[in-house]
Protein backbone atom coordinates (compact mmCIF):
# COMPACT_ATOMS: atom_id res chain seq x y z
CA UNK A 1 0.00 0.00 0.00
CA UNK A 2 0.78 3.67 -0.70
CA UNK A 3 0.81 4.51 2.78
CA UNK A 4 1.98 6.63 5.51
CA UNK A 5 4.92 4.38 6.96
CA UNK A 6 6.73 4.29 3.38
CA UNK A 7 8.11 7.51 3.98
CA UNK A 8 11.67 6.79 2.33
CA UNK A 9 12.42 10.76 0.83
CA UNK A 10 9.58 12.39 1.54
CA UNK A 11 10.09 16.48 1.89
CA UNK A 12 8.93 18.54 4.63
CA UNK A 13 10.55 16.62 7.54
CA UNK A 14 12.62 18.70 10.19
CA UNK A 15 15.60 17.97 12.48
CA UNK A 16 16.65 14.84 14.30
CA UNK A 17 16.65 15.48 17.63
CA UNK A 18 19.11 12.74 19.33
CA UNK A 19 18.30 12.14 23.11
CA UNK A 20 21.31 11.69 25.18
CA UNK A 21 22.03 8.56 27.20
CA UNK A 22 18.16 7.65 26.43
CA UNK A 23 16.70 4.83 28.05
CA UNK A 24 15.38 1.64 26.47
CA UNK A 25 12.01 2.71 27.53
CA UNK A 26 10.76 5.75 28.81
CA UNK A 27 7.71 4.84 30.46
CA UNK A 28 6.71 2.16 32.46
CA UNK A 29 3.58 1.38 29.86
CA UNK A 30 6.30 1.37 26.83
CA UNK A 31 7.43 -1.72 28.41
CA UNK A 32 4.18 -3.54 28.55
CA UNK A 33 3.46 -2.67 24.96
CA UNK A 34 6.33 -4.20 24.39
CA UNK A 35 5.82 -7.42 26.31
CA UNK A 36 2.70 -7.77 24.70
CA UNK A 37 3.51 -7.48 21.40
CA UNK A 38 6.34 -10.10 21.89
CA UNK A 39 3.12 -11.72 23.97
CA UNK A 40 1.43 -12.12 20.47
CA UNK A 41 4.17 -13.46 18.55
CA UNK A 42 5.91 -15.93 20.50
CA UNK A 43 3.48 -16.84 22.71
CA UNK A 44 -0.07 -16.89 21.75
CA UNK A 45 1.30 -16.70 18.10
CA UNK A 46 -1.70 -15.24 17.28
CA UNK A 47 -0.55 -13.33 14.23
CA UNK A 48 3.24 -13.34 11.94
CA UNK A 49 6.26 -10.42 12.06
CA UNK A 50 4.06 -9.57 8.34
CA UNK A 51 1.03 -8.99 9.56
CA UNK A 52 2.72 -7.49 12.80
CA UNK A 53 3.98 -4.61 10.14
CA UNK A 54 1.03 -4.29 8.14
CA UNK A 55 -0.74 -3.39 11.01
CA UNK A 56 0.56 -0.38 12.14
CA UNK A 57 1.00 0.72 8.57
CA UNK A 58 -2.85 0.36 8.13
CA UNK A 59 -3.08 2.98 11.15
CA UNK A 60 -5.12 6.20 10.08
CA UNK A 61 -2.32 8.18 8.73
CA UNK A 62 -3.00 11.19 10.92
CA UNK A 63 -2.72 9.05 14.20
CA UNK A 64 0.32 7.13 12.30
CA UNK A 65 2.65 10.19 12.26
CA UNK A 66 1.46 11.99 15.99
CA UNK A 67 2.04 8.11 17.57
CA UNK A 68 5.39 7.30 19.47
CA UNK A 69 6.73 4.17 18.16
CA UNK A 70 5.59 1.87 20.98
CA UNK A 71 2.03 3.43 20.90
CA UNK A 72 1.92 2.39 17.15
CA UNK A 73 2.81 -1.36 18.40
CA UNK A 74 0.19 -1.09 21.31
CA UNK A 75 -2.48 0.42 18.29
CA UNK A 76 -1.47 -2.61 16.05
CA UNK A 77 -1.31 -5.53 18.34
CA UNK A 78 -4.64 -4.35 19.66
CA UNK A 79 -6.03 -4.09 16.05
CA UNK A 80 -4.75 -7.87 15.83
CA UNK A 81 -6.37 -9.27 18.71
CA UNK A 82 -9.78 -7.41 17.63
CA UNK A 83 -9.54 -8.94 14.02
CA UNK A 84 -8.65 -12.07 14.99
CA UNK A 85 -11.34 -12.37 17.56
CA UNK A 86 -9.64 -12.92 20.62
CA UNK A 87 -10.88 -9.54 22.33
CA UNK A 88 -13.49 -7.12 21.04
CA UNK A 89 -13.26 -3.18 20.21
CA UNK A 90 -15.70 -2.59 22.91
CA UNK A 91 -14.48 -4.49 25.67
CA UNK A 92 -11.22 -2.72 25.33
CA UNK A 93 -13.20 0.90 24.82
CA UNK A 94 -15.09 0.07 28.23
CA UNK A 95 -11.69 -0.95 29.78
CA UNK A 96 -9.91 1.93 28.69
CA UNK A 97 -12.67 4.42 29.69
CA UNK A 98 -12.62 6.09 26.29
CA UNK A 99 -12.17 5.65 22.51
CA UNK A 100 -9.43 2.94 22.16
CA UNK A 101 -7.99 3.65 18.04
CA UNK A 102 -7.32 0.86 15.74
CA UNK A 103 -5.66 -0.10 12.59
CA UNK A 104 -7.97 0.27 9.39
CA UNK A 105 -9.32 -2.80 7.80
CA UNK A 106 -6.96 -4.51 5.37
CA UNK A 107 -7.66 -5.73 1.49
CA UNK A 108 -8.12 -10.06 0.99
CA UNK A 109 -4.90 -11.52 -0.54
CA UNK A 110 -4.93 -15.42 -1.58
CA UNK A 111 -3.03 -17.50 -0.61
CA UNK A 112 0.45 -17.92 -2.99
CA UNK A 113 0.61 -20.88 -5.14
CA UNK A 114 3.67 -22.90 -4.71
CA UNK A 115 6.60 -21.84 -7.09
CA UNK A 116 8.19 -24.70 -9.13
CA UNK A 117 11.62 -22.74 -9.67
CA UNK A 118 11.89 -21.10 -6.83
CA UNK A 119 15.38 -22.87 -5.38
CA UNK A 120 17.49 -20.66 -7.87
CA UNK A 121 18.32 -17.32 -7.37
CA UNK A 122 16.82 -15.81 -10.73
CA UNK A 123 19.69 -12.56 -10.84
CA UNK A 124 23.72 -12.94 -9.84
CA UNK A 125 25.92 -10.32 -8.36
CA UNK A 126 26.44 -7.48 -11.51
CA UNK A 127 22.90 -7.88 -12.82
CA UNK A 128 21.40 -4.62 -13.71
CA UNK A 129 17.50 -4.95 -12.88
CA UNK A 130 14.58 -2.72 -12.54
CA UNK A 131 12.13 -2.80 -9.92
CA UNK A 132 9.01 -3.53 -11.39
CA UNK A 133 5.86 -0.69 -10.93
CA UNK A 134 3.21 -2.54 -8.66
CA UNK A 135 0.92 -1.23 -7.06
CA UNK A 136 -1.09 -3.24 -4.30
CA UNK A 137 -3.48 -1.80 -1.56
CA UNK A 138 -2.31 -4.53 0.42
CA UNK A 139 1.40 -5.42 2.38
CA UNK A 140 4.68 -5.02 0.25
CA UNK A 141 8.26 -4.11 1.28
CA UNK A 142 8.76 -2.40 -1.52
CA UNK A 143 9.45 1.35 -0.86
CA UNK A 144 7.82 3.69 -3.35
CA UNK A 145 10.91 5.34 -3.64
CA UNK A 146 12.41 2.85 -5.93
CA UNK A 147 9.13 1.58 -7.86
CA UNK A 148 10.49 1.56 -11.45
CA UNK A 149 14.13 2.45 -11.04
CA UNK A 150 16.84 1.03 -12.57
CA UNK A 151 20.02 -1.14 -10.04
CA UNK A 152 22.51 -3.47 -9.48
CA UNK A 153 22.30 -6.34 -7.79
CA UNK A 154 24.93 -5.91 -4.53
CA UNK A 155 24.22 -9.26 -2.76
CA UNK A 156 22.12 -12.37 -3.38
CA UNK A 157 20.77 -12.49 0.34
CA UNK A 158 19.02 -15.63 1.30
CA UNK A 159 15.27 -16.70 1.16
CA UNK A 160 12.58 -15.45 3.16
CA UNK A 161 8.75 -15.80 3.31
CA UNK A 162 7.36 -13.00 0.90
CA UNK A 163 6.06 -10.56 3.13
CA UNK A 164 3.24 -9.53 0.40
CA UNK A 165 1.14 -12.83 1.18
CA UNK A 166 2.43 -13.63 4.80
CA UNK A 167 1.19 -9.77 5.92
CA UNK A 168 -2.48 -10.73 5.14
CA UNK A 169 -1.95 -13.91 6.99
CA UNK A 170 -2.07 -16.07 3.99
CA UNK A 171 0.47 -19.11 3.03
CA UNK A 172 3.30 -17.53 1.68
CA UNK A 173 6.24 -18.81 -0.50
CA UNK A 174 9.55 -18.41 0.20
CA UNK A 175 11.67 -16.26 -2.30
CA UNK A 176 15.03 -15.20 -3.39
CA UNK A 177 16.30 -11.93 -1.38
CA UNK A 178 18.82 -8.97 -3.09
CA UNK A 179 20.38 -5.87 -1.78
CA UNK A 180 20.17 -4.01 -4.84
CA UNK A 181 22.35 -0.61 -5.38
CA UNK A 182 20.77 2.25 -6.62
CA UNK A 183 22.97 5.73 -8.03
CA UNK A 184 21.46 8.87 -5.64
CA UNK A 185 20.54 10.28 -9.35
CA UNK A 186 18.76 7.30 -10.38
CA UNK A 187 16.56 7.83 -7.80
CA UNK A 188 16.47 11.50 -7.30
CA UNK A 189 17.14 13.18 -10.48
CA UNK A 190 19.09 16.20 -9.64
CA UNK A 191 19.36 16.02 -6.06
CA UNK A 192 21.58 12.92 -5.75
CA UNK A 193 25.08 13.14 -6.15
CA UNK A 194 27.13 11.04 -8.22
CA UNK A 195 29.15 8.60 -6.40
CA UNK A 196 26.53 8.56 -3.76
CA UNK A 197 24.29 4.68 -3.38
CA UNK A 198 21.55 3.68 -1.65
CA UNK A 199 20.81 -0.17 -1.26
CA UNK A 200 17.36 -1.76 -1.05
CA UNK A 201 16.52 -4.96 0.09
CA UNK A 202 13.76 -6.51 -2.40
CA UNK A 203 12.66 -9.31 -2.97
CA UNK A 204 12.97 -11.72 -6.67
CA UNK A 205 9.51 -10.95 -7.59
CA UNK A 206 9.47 -7.04 -7.09
CA UNK A 207 12.44 -6.71 -9.72
CA UNK A 208 12.66 -7.63 -13.47
CA UNK A 209 15.78 -7.85 -15.91
CA UNK A 210 16.76 -4.33 -17.25
CA UNK A 211 18.10 -5.03 -20.79
CA UNK B 1 -15.64 0.42 7.49
CA UNK B 2 -14.43 2.17 10.60
CA UNK B 3 -14.86 5.72 11.54
CA UNK B 4 -11.79 7.38 11.64
CA UNK B 5 -10.77 8.13 14.74
CA UNK B 6 -8.71 11.20 15.99
CA UNK B 7 -6.08 10.12 18.44
CA UNK B 8 -6.48 13.24 20.25
CA UNK B 9 -9.75 11.83 21.75
CA UNK B 10 -8.33 8.66 22.23
CA UNK B 11 -8.41 7.25 26.27
CA UNK B 12 -4.83 7.86 27.41
CA UNK B 13 -2.03 5.40 26.12
CA UNK B 14 -1.18 4.07 29.71
CA UNK B 15 -4.91 3.12 29.72
CA UNK B 16 -4.89 1.73 26.27
CA UNK B 17 -2.22 -0.45 26.93
CA UNK B 18 -3.47 -1.48 30.65
CA UNK B 19 -6.94 -2.43 28.69
CA UNK B 20 -5.41 -4.81 26.49
CA UNK B 21 -3.27 -6.41 28.89
CA UNK B 22 -6.15 -6.83 31.17
CA UNK B 23 -8.17 -7.78 28.60
CA UNK B 24 -5.81 -10.79 27.32
CA UNK B 25 -5.32 -11.52 31.49
CA UNK B 26 -8.83 -12.16 32.68
CA UNK B 27 -8.82 -14.11 28.91
CA UNK B 28 -5.79 -16.80 30.35
CA UNK B 29 -3.79 -15.46 27.52
CA UNK B 30 -0.95 -14.09 29.57
CA UNK B 31 1.29 -16.65 31.69
CA UNK B 32 1.84 -15.39 35.60
CA UNK B 33 4.27 -13.05 35.85
CA UNK B 34 4.93 -13.08 31.61
CA UNK B 35 4.90 -9.10 31.13
CA UNK B 36 7.04 -8.69 33.89
CA UNK B 37 9.94 -11.27 32.85
CA UNK B 38 9.09 -10.97 29.27
CA UNK B 39 11.32 -7.87 28.67
CA UNK B 40 14.48 -8.49 31.39
CA UNK B 41 16.48 -10.44 29.46
CA UNK B 42 15.98 -8.75 25.91
CA UNK B 43 16.92 -5.55 28.06
CA UNK B 44 20.19 -7.39 29.15
CA UNK B 45 20.66 -9.23 25.88
CA UNK B 46 20.25 -6.85 23.41
CA UNK B 47 22.78 -4.45 24.07
CA UNK B 48 24.72 -1.90 21.45
CA UNK B 49 27.63 -3.35 23.96
CA UNK B 50 27.30 -6.43 21.96
CA UNK B 51 27.94 -4.75 18.39
CA UNK B 52 31.05 -3.21 20.42
CA UNK B 53 32.70 -5.55 20.69
CA UNK B 54 32.69 -7.26 17.52
CA UNK B 55 33.65 -4.15 16.12
CA UNK B 56 36.83 -3.76 18.74
CA UNK B 57 37.70 -7.50 17.50
CA UNK B 58 37.76 -6.65 14.02
CA UNK B 59 40.02 -4.00 14.68
CA UNK B 60 42.18 -5.93 16.90
CA UNK B 61 42.40 -9.24 14.82
CA UNK B 62 42.86 -9.03 11.14
CA UNK B 63 41.47 -12.83 10.67
CA UNK B 64 38.73 -12.26 12.35
CA UNK B 65 37.96 -9.46 10.40
CA UNK B 66 37.91 -11.18 7.32
CA UNK B 67 35.71 -13.70 8.27
CA UNK B 68 33.30 -11.04 9.85
CA UNK B 69 32.72 -9.47 6.21
CA UNK B 70 32.52 -12.59 4.55
CA UNK B 71 29.66 -14.13 6.81
CA UNK B 72 28.78 -12.15 9.86
CA UNK B 73 26.33 -14.54 11.04
CA UNK B 74 29.18 -16.97 11.97
CA UNK B 75 31.67 -14.45 13.16
CA UNK B 76 29.48 -13.17 15.45
CA UNK B 77 28.71 -16.58 17.12
CA UNK B 78 32.67 -17.24 17.67
CA UNK B 79 32.16 -14.28 20.41
CA UNK B 80 28.85 -15.88 21.89
CA UNK B 81 26.55 -13.91 19.92
CA UNK B 82 23.86 -16.35 18.59
CA UNK B 83 21.00 -13.03 16.93
CA UNK B 84 18.24 -14.86 17.92
CA UNK B 85 16.45 -11.86 15.94
CA UNK B 86 18.36 -11.69 13.03
CA UNK B 87 18.07 -14.56 10.12
CA UNK B 88 20.44 -12.24 8.19
CA UNK B 89 23.26 -9.62 8.98
CA UNK B 90 26.23 -8.20 6.95
CA UNK B 91 28.43 -6.22 8.42
CA UNK B 92 29.54 -3.12 6.38
CA UNK B 93 33.19 -1.93 5.71
CA UNK B 94 33.84 1.86 6.44
CA UNK B 95 36.78 2.94 4.55
CA UNK B 96 39.03 5.73 3.59
CA UNK B 97 36.09 6.60 0.73
CA UNK B 98 33.25 4.71 1.20
CA UNK B 99 31.08 5.68 4.18
CA UNK B 100 27.92 3.46 5.21
CA UNK B 101 25.21 4.18 7.11
CA UNK B 102 21.50 2.05 7.80
CA UNK B 103 17.66 3.01 8.17
CA UNK B 104 14.59 1.31 7.98
CA UNK B 105 12.12 3.86 5.56
CA UNK B 106 9.30 1.65 6.34
CA UNK B 107 9.04 1.00 10.19
CA UNK B 108 12.48 0.74 12.38
CA UNK B 109 14.22 -2.53 12.06
CA UNK B 110 17.77 -2.74 12.65
CA UNK B 111 19.85 -5.56 14.22
CA UNK B 112 18.93 -5.63 18.33
CA UNK B 113 21.31 -8.44 19.15
CA UNK B 114 24.06 -5.98 18.41
CA UNK B 115 22.76 -2.48 18.91
CA UNK B 116 20.22 -3.18 20.66
CA UNK B 117 16.93 -1.77 20.52
CA UNK B 118 16.61 1.25 18.31
CA UNK B 119 16.64 4.54 19.95
CA UNK B 120 14.09 6.89 19.27
CA UNK B 121 15.76 9.45 16.60
CA UNK B 122 16.25 5.97 14.20
CA UNK B 123 12.41 5.56 14.79
CA UNK B 124 11.74 8.97 14.01
CA UNK B 125 9.62 10.49 10.76
CA UNK B 126 12.52 12.60 10.11
CA UNK B 127 15.35 10.30 9.99
CA UNK B 128 13.34 7.79 7.91
CA UNK B 129 12.29 10.21 5.32
CA UNK B 130 15.56 11.57 4.72
CA UNK B 131 18.48 9.52 4.79
CA UNK B 132 18.07 8.16 1.68
CA UNK B 133 17.17 11.51 0.19
CA UNK B 134 19.92 14.09 1.13
CA UNK B 135 22.35 12.18 3.79
CA UNK B 136 24.66 14.37 3.73
CA UNK B 137 22.79 17.49 4.97
CA UNK B 138 21.48 15.09 7.42
CA UNK B 139 24.51 13.47 8.64
CA UNK B 140 26.05 16.80 8.70
CA UNK B 141 23.18 18.15 11.15
CA UNK B 142 23.79 15.48 13.20
CA UNK B 143 27.82 16.11 13.43
CA UNK B 144 29.44 13.77 10.48
CA UNK B 145 30.44 16.36 7.98
CA UNK B 146 32.01 13.89 5.23
CA UNK B 147 34.42 14.98 3.13
CA UNK B 148 33.90 14.86 -0.85
CA UNK B 149 35.75 12.13 -2.11
CA UNK B 150 33.82 9.78 0.34
CA UNK B 151 31.02 8.02 -1.10
CA UNK B 152 28.09 7.70 0.78
CA UNK B 153 25.74 4.68 0.61
CA UNK B 154 23.14 4.30 2.42
CA UNK B 155 21.51 0.52 3.45
CA UNK B 156 17.65 0.89 3.92
CA UNK B 157 16.25 -2.39 5.89
CA UNK B 158 13.62 -3.03 3.69
CA UNK B 159 13.71 -7.12 3.31
CA UNK B 160 15.03 -9.38 6.80
CA UNK B 161 18.24 -8.53 6.04
CA UNK B 162 20.08 -6.42 9.20
CA UNK B 163 23.00 -4.18 8.90
CA UNK B 164 26.21 -3.08 11.06
CA UNK B 165 28.45 -0.71 10.41
CA UNK B 166 31.85 -1.44 10.90
CA UNK B 167 33.74 2.58 11.67
CA UNK B 168 37.09 3.63 11.11
CA UNK B 169 39.31 2.96 13.76
CA UNK B 170 40.38 6.21 14.76
CA UNK B 171 43.93 7.25 15.27
CA UNK B 172 45.95 7.43 18.68
CA UNK B 173 44.43 4.02 19.64
CA UNK B 174 47.61 2.02 18.84
CA UNK B 175 48.58 -0.56 21.43
CA UNK B 176 45.07 -0.14 22.88
CA UNK B 177 43.57 -2.93 24.16
CA UNK B 178 39.87 -4.70 22.71
CA UNK B 179 38.38 -3.47 26.16
CA UNK B 180 39.37 0.07 26.08
CA UNK B 181 38.54 -0.19 22.22
CA UNK B 182 35.17 -1.35 22.58
CA UNK B 183 34.28 1.20 25.19
CA UNK B 184 34.98 3.93 22.50
CA UNK B 185 32.46 2.40 19.93
CA UNK B 186 29.37 4.07 19.76
CA UNK B 187 25.74 3.22 18.62
CA UNK B 188 25.54 5.61 16.35
CA UNK B 189 29.48 4.92 14.76
CA UNK B 190 27.78 1.53 14.40
CA UNK B 191 24.78 2.72 12.51
CA UNK B 192 26.49 5.28 10.99
CA UNK B 193 25.32 8.68 11.71
CA UNK B 194 29.16 9.19 14.03
CA UNK B 195 32.43 8.63 13.61
CA UNK B 196 34.59 6.67 16.69
CA UNK B 197 36.54 9.30 18.16
CA UNK B 198 39.09 9.49 21.44
CA UNK B 199 38.42 10.89 24.38
Known amino acids: MDGIHDLGGMSGFGAVEVERDEPVFHERWERRAFGLNVLGLQILRAYNVHEYRHAVERMEPAHYLSASYYERWLTAVASLMVEKGVVTREELERRAGGRFPLARPGVAVAAAAPRPDASAARFAVGDRVRVRDLRTRGHTRAPRYVRGKRGVVARVAPTFLLPDVAGHGARAPHEQTYQIEFAAPELWANEGRPGDTVVVDLWESYLEADA | ?199
Open chain 2, 1 to 199: MNDPRHPKTAAPIAARVAALEDALTDAHLVPDGYLDEATAPMEDALSPRNGARVVARAWTDPAFRVRLLEDGARACAELGYGLPFEESIVILENTATVHNAIVCTQCSCTAWSLLGLPPDWYKSPEYRARLVREPRTLLREMGLDLPEGVAVKIWDTSGETRYMVLPLRPAGTEGWTEEQLAAIVTREAMIGVARVTVG
